[in-house]
């Protein structure tokens, strides 16, 4: 049995009175009750020194841990019983957890009390999810007017080698030495390294606020637990706004190897920039990793080509084993986004410019009725098509690596996904490629594909 301990602390931070409503919803068990998203992501956090990330193991590995938030004259209290003991240190909470701890909560009351249940935020529409996407991040002290553009996006994988791990902190490094900041899914492996390169880096260019941001949503945190690093952390509601927020505060994005969850990213950030109206608007995307990386950034590339044309390859450059290129070529394109905004009298902390369609911003819940209505084939706009690629690459990460997924595989079997002949070998290839590489297995577990073509 993992060793625990039961205490009673205070939030870190601005969350430090909640009305009587709002705490009972916190412990209201029910389906329409938020304490179970509570304590699932307040487990994670809390287990954030254990070498495991699987949501699944650690919720049944921790089975009789709970939270309950308790309401007293001088602010609110949380009760944790039985936390994992690596968010301690001689009985005292780490700080850094603490934070993210209270940052969790922060973000669940807020989005269910001022986004989910107030009519002014149409989350049917695009202009009501961008701005509840604004108002997410204003709450939590995201933005941050005053500074140049400097915030550099990291995508990738959360298992990956060791020498690509190394790689990630390496450019990180780089782009820390340049005055660039970092934000990232707040995980481990590629989410991780550039945040400790860049720590290094901000520290000997006596860099005093570098800026070390974490954006996620509750099934993320739940199966990844956020990296200790992250000093700011951001919660977002689902997937989808998680990932608008990534491009509407970010300057720039850089993507290291990963997995199907990477391969997903990339499809959601390529199909808003080649819709027509994104034409031209600058916005540097680099696909980076070490030599050993240079094969599934091929197969990415091969496939990004042929199911969304040649010209896509526009839109992003490949750099393979060169960190500092990789940082060289994200300064330059950084100060380009600025002059862009500075030329267009736009905002520096928040990109409204871009156009995001629909596809883009509802939820999708990959069930097997969902994940076998997808429409893959050519015929569609190429926006279109990669937001269809980017859901089923999300089902088939919601099968491997989230509780509901895994849970749904092990009823129901496997998805079942349909399309084009040709564009489903070369899905069937791509996806062949990462269990061939590797890069479709979790820590302590064997892969078992959670998806079959027809």
Known sequence: MPETISTTISPEGSLEVLSQQEVNRLRDTSANGL??????????????????????????????????????DRGIRLKLTN???????????IRGIREHLSAVLRDIVYVFNEIQQQPRFDLSTGEGTTNAVFH????????KSSREPSLVVCWGGHSITREEYDYTKDVGYHLGLRDMDICTGCGPGAMKGPMKGANVAHAKQRRKHGRYLGISEPGIIAAESPNPIVNELVVMPDIEKRLEAFIRVGHGIIVFPGG???????????????????????????????????EYFKRIDEFLAYTLGESVRQRYRIIIDDPIGVARAMREGIDEVAEFRRAHNDAFYFNWRLNVQPAFQQPFEPTHEAMAGL????ELPVHELAANLRRAFSGIVAGNVKEPGIRAIEARGPFRLHAEAELMERLDALLGSFVTQGRMKLPGREYVPCYTLK
């Open 35 to 72: 304490h179970d998203l509570l304590r699932r992501c307040a487990l994670a956090v809390l287990n954030c020194g254990s070498p495991t990330d699987d949501g699944l193991a650690v919720m049944e590995a921790f089975h009789d841990f709970d939270i309950e938030v308790l309401q007293q």
């Open 83 to 93: 936390a994992p003991d690596e968010a301690f240190v001689d009985g005292h909470m």
């Open 136 to 143: 997410i991040l204003r709450n939590a002290g995201t933005l």
């Open 260 to 294: 199907v969850g990477t391969a997903e990213e990339i499809l959601y950030l390529l199909g808003i920039l080649l819709h027509p109206s994104n034409a031209d608007t600058p916005f540097p995307v680099i696909l980076t990793g070490p030599s050993s990386a240079a």
């Open 375 to 378: 429409e893959l084939h050519r």
